[in-house]
Nanobody, 117 residues
């Protein structure tokens, strides 16, 4: 199995930046997309950003222009550069890997991002 470990979360003041990283262990041969999700208290988990094997990226409207997702071709590491952070960005951020099989994907344990005003 693939195991994902997130890091880089923490406490930052509004307007600041953080970079999240997610390292994968195990076989990533079947991975065809990588993504970051987040879940704030009282809200459902939402897709923040994704990147395909071809490098195409997509972002939630709320983070466009502020966040950048990137990853290597080996799909071992995915990053989320977060700039101009807002208190509304406060959430637990989860790394996700989707395989070519729709029913098989992998999740990290989550990393807390807290943005103070």
């Amino acid at each position: 199995q693939v195991q994902l470990v997130e890091s880089g979360g923490g406490l930052v003041q509004a307007g600041g930046s953080l970079r999240l990283s997610c390292a994968a262990s195990g076989s990533t041969f079947s991975i065809n997309a990588m993504a970051w999700y987040r879940q704030a208290p009282g809200k459902q988990r939402e897709l923040v950003a994704s990147i395909t094997n071809g490098g195409s990226t997509n972002y939630a409207d709320s983070v466009k222009g502020r966040f950048t997702i990137s990853g290597d071709n080996a799909k071992k590491t995915v990053y989320l550069q977060m700039n101009s952070l807002k208190p509304e960005d406060t959430a637990v951020y989860y790394c996700h890997r989707q395989t070519v099989w729709s029913t098989i994907s992998y999740w990290g344990q989550g990393t807390q991002v807290t943005v103070s005003s």
